[in-house]
């Protein structure tokens, strides 16, 4: 064997291990954000939990109620600009102009 064909079969396998190890750095990078986004979904859920608690201790009626009829609460009880102008004086911001009125 010629020491062309060495250094070729040597450039060969030093490639083929880059190969491996951008492949194993790939794999991590994927876990990594998998786990990541678990940590989100999991905080996420409990966060969800734990404010529907809430709401169901301070109004319990809301226990019988249908998704529909929730979210009919929601836009029409909540999403108003009178509950809007009250979140954003808890989070202590201005109040739009648009909600200023």
């Not at 492949?23 to 529907?52: D, F, G, S, T, V």
């Not at 226990?63 to 009250?86: A, L």
Request: glycine share 4%.
């Amino acid at each position: 064997m010629s020491n062309t064909n060495k250094n070729a079969k040597t450039t060969e396998e030093r490639v083929a291990a880059i190969d491996a190890e951008i492949l194993q750095r790939q794999n991590k990078k994927k876990k990594i954000m998998q786990q990541a986004k678990a940590k989100e979904r999991k905080e996420r859920n409990h966060r969800l939990y734990r404010r529907h608690g809430l709401l169901e201790m301070f109004l319990p009626e809301l226990i019988d109620i249908t998704d529909h009829q929730f979210e009919m609460f929601i836009k029409r009880g909540i999403k108003t600009k009178y509950g809007i102008k009250i979140l954003y004086n808890i989070l202590g911001e201005p109040i739009p102009k648009e909600l200023a009125e």
